[in-house]
């Protein structure tokens, strides 16, 4: 059976897999596992519940809470916050378990459980496993005093975005700036422009709208057209895209083009490289960021940790070595001095507040990478595990990358959640970029098929 934890929580269909029922059970398991490790200590454990606006959201809120208080948990229900608050209160308010409700940029009838340990740290691989384990097994229920008490805590949105001020420093106003924020219809359509005119920027709000239907429709970071348009329409500096649960962010210059996660963490690893922020001058990206990045942050002395593709997988290689930021192409930005999680909005202000610092353009910082013309293409119905061995695709995949030399690249990786291949190629030019990866995908389908 594959394992019901994935790299960020647990997915699928609200009220299919995704059950009231099983969100009481697994939320009841979390604390009984985390309970017999030692997680809470002798003292009665508190957790806090957070949930984007999805519809489903507000049973699977109540199921969560029920599981947890019935086991003997103290919950502070958050109401709609973005996951990285979540993660940051329970740090700060010290509590023993956080659980965030939230399918991040998926669409609404989507809906996850993700939990966060003491310090707002992601749980451990053996510990989500425990928890599986224990799903529906037989537990000694509390009574009377023994179960937990379940109390709001609405405002507590207000502290995250206090902290999301204060990490820009004296110097972090952004008066003068023009900002068009695309809040997705998610979690953070009251935090974001909040801390933006916080600090003094002229906030163009869109998106911000929820309904509990409507989140990431057509919307925020996975569709950014609306955003484009926008920040040209009212002449903005910057537009930010969020996704649901704003765990990322993507940016727009001036003229509506799109700035990725590989060019945000491009110019923060400069500027932080400059304040002497940036651990041992390293960056740590996934396989997937661009040989564009790559030879940016060459250029400029900082050394990229390479990872799994996941932002699971850039964490981990942060807190084991001490780097101060970290990041996938697709928005997810890790600054750990600030946050212990991937968190848009905080991202988003840093960015912004360079802007302001530099009196540079967002264009102009975002030329410190060119772009390497990307391809990826999925090969379905193929045996996936046999991508890294079958002699005919390596040799195919060794031609491809000699014919490249070192003005491109191409990596073949097995999907982690459906039975495909995903061919990604790079190259000087899209033409030629897209000839050699629908010529290695010929290769893989021939040779892979099921």
């Given at each position: 059976m594959p394992r019901l934890f994935g790299t960020d929580g647990v997915r699928g269909t609200a009220n299919v897999e995704l059950t009231p029922e099983f969100a009481l059970q697994v939320s009841s398991a979390a604390a009984h596992v985390l309970a017999e490790a030692g997680a809470f200590g002798s003292h009665r454990p508190r957790a806090l519940v957070g949930r984007d606006p999805r519809a489903s959201g507000e049973f699977l809120e109540a199921a969560v809470i029920a599981g947890l208080a019935s086991s003997g948990v103290d919950v502070v229900r958050l109401g709609v916050v973005p996951t990285p608050a979540v993660a940051y209160l329970v740090n700060q308010l010290d509590a023993d378990l956080g659980v965030m409700l939230s399918a991040s940029h998926n669409p609404a009838p989507d809906n996850g459980i993700k939990f966060f340990a003491r310090g707002g740290v992601k749980l451990d691989d053996d510990l989500e496993d425990d928890i599986e384990a224990r799903i529906g097994q037989p537990w000694q229920r509390p009574i009377g005093a023994g179960v937990g008490r379940v109390t709001p805590d609405l405002g507590a949105y207000e502290a995250y975005v206090a902290h999301l001020v204060s990490s820009l420093g004296a110097d972090g106003s952004l008066e003068g700036l023009k900002v068009v924020i695309d809040a997705a219809n998610g979690a953070a359509y009251r935090t974001a422009p909040e801390a933006f005119a916080a600090q003094g920027a002229e906030v163009v709000l869109i998106n911000a709208e929820p309904d509990g239907l409507n989140i990431n429709l057509r919307a925020g970071s996975t569709h950014p057209e609306s955003l484009q348009a926008a920040v040209v329409e009212h002449g903005a500096d910057l537009g930010i895209a969020l996704d649901g649960d704003a765990d990322r962010c993507l940016a727009v210059d001036a003229d509506g083009s799109l700035v990725d996660g590989d060019q945000i963490m491009a110019?923060?690893?400069?500027?932080?490289?400059?304040?002497?922020?940036?651990?041992?001058?390293?960056?740590?990206?996934?396989?997937?960021?661009?040989?564009?990045?790559?030879?940016?942050?060459?250029?400029?002395?900082?050394?990229?940790?390479?990872?799994?593709?996941?932002?699971?997988?850039?964490?981990?290689?942060?807190?084991?070595?001490?780097?101060?930021?970290?990041?996938?192409?697709s928005g997810h930005v890790i600054m750990s001095e600030f946050a212990t999680t991937g968190d848009g909005v905080l991202t988003a202000l840093h960015l912004a507040a360079q802007m302001a610092r530099s009196g540079r353009t967002m264009a102009e910082l975002a030329s410190v990478m060119t772009r390497f013309p990307q391809v990826l293409l999925n090969v379905p119905g193929v045996r996936k595990a046999r991508a890294g061995i079958d002699p005919e695709v390596n040799a195919a995949v060794t031609a491809a990358a000699k014919e490249l030399g070192d003005s491109g690249r191409v990596l073949l990786r097995p999907s982690g959640t459906e039975q495909l291949v995903r061919v990604m190629v790079e190259a000087t030019t899209g033409e030629q970029a897209n000839e050699i990866a629908e010529r290695l995908a010929d290769v893989v389908k021939a040779r892979l098929s099921l």
């Open positions: 110019i923060l690893a400069v500027a932080m490289k400059a304040d002497r922020t940036l651990h041992s001058d390293t960056v740590v990206a996934t396989v997937m960021s661009n040989l564009g990045f790559m030879q940016a942050m060459k250029r400029h002395g900082i050394v990229v940790d390479v990872t799994k593709v996941g932002d699971r997988y850039v964490l981990e290689a942060m807190n084991a070595n001490g780097f101060t930021l970290g990041g996938e192409q």
